[in-house]
């Protein structure tokens, strides 16, 4: 709860009303209804990146540091849809990139939990020095572009040229351009205010597909050989993504749903933050819970994620990873589970083109209710992505013990030290 305090002093513009509304019509827009237009680029950029970090030794068995390796390909998959060609491949901007990630990371933490919340407008002042400097490095070359793009669709929109026939590339920040212009925000239209806004889209989000994608590897290499996990989802990808035209269409990745459930599963035992819904009281007079118990305003309350998802009234065996578990669900007596059921309600766009992930009361890795993440379905979509194409062009050794999570403030996450060993499979 600190930490998403702490957020408001660190990144004011994050909770602005103009920001979460430019935010919400960029993902729904570049992420939701326009995401087969990036589609090839994120299944290029992953494949890549992947290969290039697990190796394409197929003889011998090579150990790779999860979270770093994972940290890289997810960093290759954001710059390029962020802002594509060539800042995708140049390692020092990369490099700058990484750090800021890493910073912003650290100081919602430090200031989140070792700062007490009277002193963090304060003290939040040391934190914003080194996150100015880490910021400046990015910017120098995203502010250029940022501007740039800004000059171009401005002198196209003096040309009458639609977006459809435009020659400025289509990225988030782009996106964000669009949108802010479609809004008539011309107090905002500076390129400054762009970055920021862009940059918290693309580094705050992203930050959490990182310890999610390497928990969902370390669990399915330590899952149980006995239930064929690795099999059966490599057959599953075998069977549906067969050429580069499943791989270039999202709604390839809706048919994944063993790995879906995988995925599911891991969130569920290692969701990225101990606390869903952090929400403050904001009425005057405050609440009073069933229970009678007074809130006053100002007072912060949250959902213990781990205390639902461990409850065997909502899941039986709630302590063992078990990857099959939401597609047994869904194929149950009548053919729909109360999952299914809850996703048809959430979903307000049927024609989305990627799976709509349900954020139940019972389900938390990605909150619930108004402020549950929007991000979610795309967090899923990059998620099966990475584990589809890791699954079918490599082996993982199985491991005997998975590594207990670690808590990092607010946040959980495997060891840093956890490893998986990797061998790229043999072409025939
Ligand atoms: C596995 C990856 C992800 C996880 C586990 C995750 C989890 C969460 C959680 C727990 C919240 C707070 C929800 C609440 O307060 O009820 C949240 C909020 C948010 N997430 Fe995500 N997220 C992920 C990926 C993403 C991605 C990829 C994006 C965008 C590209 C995104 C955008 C957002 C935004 C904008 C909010 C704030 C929503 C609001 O305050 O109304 N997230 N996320």
Redesign the pocket.
């Known amino acids: 709860m600190n930490e998403n305090q702490s957020l408001m002093h660190l990144f004011p513009l994050q909770r602005s009303p103009m920001a979460?509304k430019m935010?919400g019509m960029v993902?729904r827009q570049f992420?939701g209804q326009n995401i087969d237009r990036i589609q090839s680029d994120l299944a290029d950029e992953l494949r890549q990146s992947i290969d290039q970090e697990f190796g394409k030794d197929c003889h011998n068995w090579q150990s790779i540091s999860l979270l770093e390796v994972m940290a890289r390909v997810v960093l290759r998959a954001t710059a390029r849809i962020s802002w594509g060609f060539p800042l995708c491949r140049d390692e020092p901007f990369l490099h700058s990139l990484g750090r800021l990630m890493l910073f912003q990371g650290g100081a919602m933490v430090v200031c989140g939990q070792l700062i007490p919340w009277f002193l963090q407008p304060l003290l939040s002042i040391f934190l914003k020095v080194p996150l100015y400097f880490a910021r400046k490095k990015v910017w120098a070359t995203t502010t250029t572009l940022t501007k740039e793009w800004l000059a171009q669709i401005e002198q196209e929109e003096r040309e009458h040229i639609s977006e459809k026939d435009s020659r400025v590339p289509h990225n988030v920040v782009t996106s964000f351009i669009r949108v802010s212009r479609s809004l008539r925000l011309s107090q905002n239209l500076d390129e400054e205010y762009l970055s920021t806004i862009s940059n918290l889209?693309v580094l705050l989000?992203?930050m959490?597909?990182i310890p999610?994608s390497s928990a969902a590897l370390l669990d399915i290499a330590s899952s149980p050989p006995e239930i064929g996990l690795h099999q059966q989802l490599r057959q599953e990808v075998a069977n549906i993504l067969t050429s580069e035209k499943e791989w270039s269409d999202p709604t390839s990745f809706k048919k994944l749903r063993y790995t879906e459930s995988a995925i599911r599963e891991t969130?569920r035992l290692s969701?990225?933050?101990l606390h869903?819904?952090?929400r403050e009281v904001i009425h005057p007079s405050g609440i009073t819970l069933p229970s009678g118990q007074h809130l006053p305003r100002g007072t912060w309350v949250a959902a213990s994620t781990l205390d639902i998802h461990n409850d065997e009234k909502f899941y039986p065996e709630a302590q063992s990873y078990k990857p099959y578990r939401f597609v047994e669900e869904q194929t149950n007596e009548n053919g729909t589970s109360v999952i299914e059921r809850e996703i048809t309600q959430d979903t307000s766009e049927s024609q989305q083109k990627i799976h709509m992930v349900a954020a139940t009361s019972t389900y938390l890795?990605?909150?619930?209710?108004r402020?549950?993440?929007?991000?979610?379905h795309?967090?899923v979509h990059?998620?099966k992505m990475i584990i589809a194409y890791i699954v079918q062009n490599y082996d993982l050794e199985h491991l005997d013990e998975r590594p207990e999570n670690l808590n990092w403030g607010e946040h959980i996450l495997v060891p840093p030290s956890a490893t998986i060993r990797v061998r790229r499979r043999m072409v025939s």
């Not at 890795?365 to 209710?369: A, K, Q, Y």
């Not at 402020?371 to 979610?376: Q, S």
């Open positions: 979460v935010t993902l992420l889209f989000p992203f959490t597909t999610s969130l969701p990225a933050t869903a819904s952090n890795p990605f909150g619930s209710g402020h549950a993440c929007p991000g979610r795309f967090a990059l998620l």
